[in-house]
């Protein structure tokens, strides 16, 4: 009798726990979820891509040969952009990562450098916060990369925004993101079709920036939902 009593207890906990949020993510799900838009190559979209970059000084960024930042208070970078290293830190870890060639990295734990498997984990984990925590802040800026695809799609209100697709390169190729402009071509959000994200055209904020002392327009916030990134502490220096 005791068995199936605490059975019993366990299975109600499970479903009291758990179909709540089955039926909060359900919600999100069919609120939320969109089908990558369709639009269209060419020279129109060159020109927005090249005007969002316009409006963000891409050529004071371009000049920023020193970025520092911290990405929700847990992962702390020292990015030499002229070099392409990063010194990563988060919890007692420490990564000098070489961005042209991450297996020369090195990797230390407590001021103390490790090698081997340890050595190598580490440094995939720094690469990984790296890719992604860096995007958060410096996205705009990057439309142009490699094995990008630019479309410019006509919104409902019959206001232009900019899909980028990254065939190629960072953790996860294949992601998309849709930016929306204000009048001034400045970013205010974009839509992410991303392949962590079980909903297509999830939203995220990109109107709270700051210049830095190079000139480069840098976000400071991005509101998703419920959730908030939180980058502090930037620094960008030519």
């Not at 939320?32 to 060419?42: F, R």
């Not at 410096?138 to 630019?150: H, I, L, M, N, Q």
Request: charged residues 20%; aromatic residues 14%.
């Amino acid at each position: 009798m005791k068995i199936k009593k605490t059975l019993k207890i366990t299975v109600g906990f499970i479903i009291f726990f758990t179909l709540p949020s089955m039926i909060f993510l359900g919600f999100i799900y069919f609120r939320y979820n969109e089908d990558l838009p369709l639009g269209d190559e060419g020279a129109p979209a060159e020109a927005l891509a090249q005007s969002m970059l316009e409006a963000l000084d891409y050529q004071a960024y371009e000049e920023t040969n020193y970025i520092e930042w911290t990405f929700k208070n847990q992962h702390h970078f020292k990015w030499q952009k002229s070099e392409n290293t990063c010194e990563v830190h988060w919890k007692k870890n420490k990564v000098n990562l070489n961005l042209n060639n991450p297996s020369l990295s090195k990797a230390y734990v407590n001021n103390l450098e490790v090698l081997n498997e340890k050595a190598e984990d580490l440094i995939e984990n720094a690469l990984s916060y790296f890719n992604n925590d860096s995007f958060w802040l410096v996205a705009p800026y990057k439309v142009f990369d490699p094995g990008t695809e630019r479309r410019m799609v006509i919104l409902e209100n019959q206001e232009k925004a900019l899909l980028v697709t990254y065939k190629t390169g960072g953790s996860t190729p294949g992601d998309s993101y849709l930016w929306i402009l204000n009048p001034d071509n400045k970013p205010v959000k974009f839509k992410m079709w991303v392949d962590i994200l079980p909903i297509g055209g999830f939203e995220a904020s990109w109107n709270d920036w700051t210049t830095t002392e190079s000139g480069a327009i840098l976000p400071t916030f991005h509101e998703m939902l419920f959730m908030g990134i939180k980058i502090n502490a930037i620094i960008g220096r030519k």
